[in-house]
T-cell receptor, first 115, second 111 residues
Framework: NAGVTQTPKFQVLKTGQSMTLQCAQDMNHEYMSWYRQDPGMGLRLIHYSVGAGITDQGEVPNGYNVSRSTTEDFPLRLLSAAPSQTSVYFC???FGQGRANTEAFFGQGTRLTVV | GNSVTQMEGPVTLSEEAFLTINCTYT??????LFWYVQYPGEGLQLLLKATKADDKGSNKGFEATYRKETTSFHLEKGSVQVSDSAVYFCALNQAGTALIFGKGTTLSVSS
């Protein structure tokens, strides 16, 4: 049972570099989302998707891009990394609302440092 | 918009003490409510949930009751253990969107 798999676990970027954080789930979940966790700020929603081909912005979308071409994958792209994007990033997936079980499953996180 | 407010920490308790972490929410309609726990260096995992008013979620000695009249979902445990030390997040979920979290409450339990 893989659940939600995030790669990489750790990454150091230089300011201005771009990269993609990978997220894959094998539970056939409709909903997938990306959060960033910063001290004292809790988890803030970056982008989310309610199904393949459908994405929407969360609370803090600037500087990030997403796409959902398959049910399984939901990559997060940093277009031009900035020190303010230093954070721990979590991907989550769940069945949609209205299902009996709406529990979200989380990946182990990616710790990103931008220098 | 939807939001979740939970008490700020850190909360520091001795082993076997009673725990309450307050959580209130703002939402239209009838969201599902959750408590997630994050142990050091790990991702979040579901602790308990409630999907309608007056439901009580429970797990590992923790309980929370969905109170629509007070828009609250307070987390309680009668006797905490050192192993309960973690960050606790209250969250809500509605159709067509993703989970919305509170800022988290750090619990530290000493023996």
């Amino acid at each position: 049972n893989a659940g939600v798999t995030q790669t990489p676990k750790f990454q150091v970027l230089k300011t201005g570099q771009s990269m993609t954080l990978q997220c894959a789930q094998d539970m056939n979940h409709e909903y997938m989302s990306w959060y960033r966790q910063d001290p004292g700020m809790g988890l803030r929603l970056i982008h989310y998707s309610v199904g393949a081909g459908i994405t929407d912005q969360g609370e803090v979308p600037n500087g990030y891009n997403v796409s959902r071409s398959t049910t399984e994958d939901f990559p997060l792209r940093l277009l031009s990394a900035a020190p303010s994007q230093t954070s721990v990033y979590f991907c989550a997936s769940s069945f949609g609302q209205g299902r009996a079980n709406t529990e979200a499953f989380f990946g182990q996180g990616t710790r990103l440092t931008v220098v | 918009g939807n939001s979740v407010t939970q008490m700020e920490g850190p909360v520091t308790l001795s082993e076997e003490a009673f725990l309450t972490i307050n959580c209130t929410y703002t939402a239209t309609g009838y969201p599902s409510l959750f408590w997630y726990v994050q142990y050091p260096g790990e991702g979040l995992q579901l602790l308990l949930k409630a999907t309608k008013a007056d439901d009580k979620g429970s797990n590992k000695g923790f309980e929370a009751t969905y109170r629509k009249e007070t828009t609250s979902f307070h987390l309680e445990k009668g006797s905490v253990q050192v192993s309960d030390s973690a960050v606790y997040f209250c969250a809500l979920n509605q159709a067509g969107t993703a989970l919305i979290f509170g800022k988290g409450t750090t619990l530290s339990v000493s023996s």
